[in-house]
């Protein structure tokens, strides 16, 4: 090992990998995971579902770490920019996301709520739905501007499916982030 080699180094060595079959793992994971952001975003776009937040939420973090281990296989140029994207989708839906999961939980304790503690409730639900609304008109935004920068397309042809997850794939993946399909 040399003075400038890391352990992971030495292990991807003595493993019989090079830094290319390294490189080309890390494309085709963060491939697999750009793919599942977008194939979950027309059920963001729709708002029918919440899950479908979660859902985006779970493949961008999932994104993010395949990113943050591959930092140095691929041109910062165009790498960091894409990295710091997937951070902001995170962000961008964990707004929403938030206000869910406390619109869930309310419905569940106004449930179990006394009469008295209902309209306390409800004042507080309607506060809530009232910031979700305007939290998702900002998500969506966000969504149109990633389109705009052809950001869908360019995750597309930077880390293309690997053959097997094209196989594997189901629906088409949406051209664009705001995309709803039928």
């Known amino acids: 090992m040399t003075a400038n080699a890391s352990p992971s180094d030495a292990a991807l060595a003595r493993s019989g990998h090079d830094d290319q079959d390294y490189r ?6 963060i491939a697999v995971q750009w793919a599942a952001v977008w194939k979950a975003m027309p059920g963001v776009v729709a708002g ?39 951070k902001a989708i995170t962000q961008a839906l964990g707004e929403v996301r938030d206000r869910d999961v406390l619109l869930e939980e309310l419905a569940g304790a106004r449930l179990r709520a006394s ?9 507080l639900i309607a506060g809530i739905t009232r910031d979700r609304k305007k939290a998702r008109k ?15 397309e360019e995750t597309t ?11 594997e794939r189901a ?12």
């Open 24 to 29: 080309t793992a890390m494309r085709d994971a």
């Open 48 to 86: 029918d579902d919440p899950e479908a937040v979660h859902d985006v939420r779970v493949a961008s973090r999932r994104l993010r770490a395949a990113m943050d281990v591959a930092t140095d296989c691929f041109p910062a140029k165009w790498y960091r920019p894409l990295h710091k994207t997937a």
């Open 115 to 123: 009469i008295v503690e209902r309209p306390g409730i409800d004042y």
């Open 138 to 152: 900002r998500m969506l935004a966000f969504l149109k501007k990633l389109d705009a920068k052809g950001i869908p």
């Open 157 to 167: 042809r930077r880390f293309p499916l690997p053959k097997k997850a094209k196989a």
């Open 171 to 182: 629906p088409k993946q949406p051209r664009r982030a705001t995309e709803v399909q039928a």
